[in-house]
């Protein structure tokens, strides 16, 4: 199992992204800005823990995180980041 805290994620996460050059900066920033309205919620997460101003991320491994830039790429390939976005879960 992997554990980083919010900013150790946010940077995996963004370098993983540059990795494709279908995901533009611009779309870097949407997907954070709809990520950090779903920490701010608090919904809940079993990926997520909550220690007051704290958010630590967990995950089974990096696998994990490679899907969730996949899913992201596949809906912007598919010109599908409206239905993405509109019932997101992390």
Same mark, same amino acid.
């Given at each position: 199992? &992997?554990?980083?805290? &919010?900013?150790? /994620?946010?940077? @995996?996460?963004?370098?993983?992204?540059?990795? #494709?050059?279908?995901?533009?900066?611009?779309?870097?920033?949407?997907? !954070? @800005?709809?990520?950090? %309205? !779903?920490?701010? %919620?608090?919904?809940? +997460? +079993?990926? &997520?823990?909550?220690?007051? +101003?704290?958010?630590?991320?967990?995950?089974?491994?990096? *696998?994990? &995180? !490679?899907?969730?830039?996949?899913?992201?790429? %596949? %809906?912007?390939?598919?010109?599908?980041? @409206?239905? #993405? /976005? *509109?019932?997101?879960? !992390?």
């Amino acid at each position: 199992m &992997l554990k980083m805290n &919010l900013i150790e /994620f946010r940077d @995996e996460i963004k370098t993983e992204m540059l990795g #494709y050059e279908e995901i533009t900066e611009a779309l870097i920033e949407k997907w !954070f @800005e709809n990520f950090d %309205a !779903f920490i701010e %919620a608090k919904r809940p +997460s +079993s990926q &997520l823990i909550y220690k007051g +101003s704290n958010v630590d991320v967990t995950l089974k491994d990096e *696998t994990d &995180l !490679f899907m969730m830039v996949d899913r992201y790429l %596949a %809906a912007i390939v598919n010109e599908d980041l @409206e239905n #993405y /976005f *509109t019932d997101w879960t !992390f």
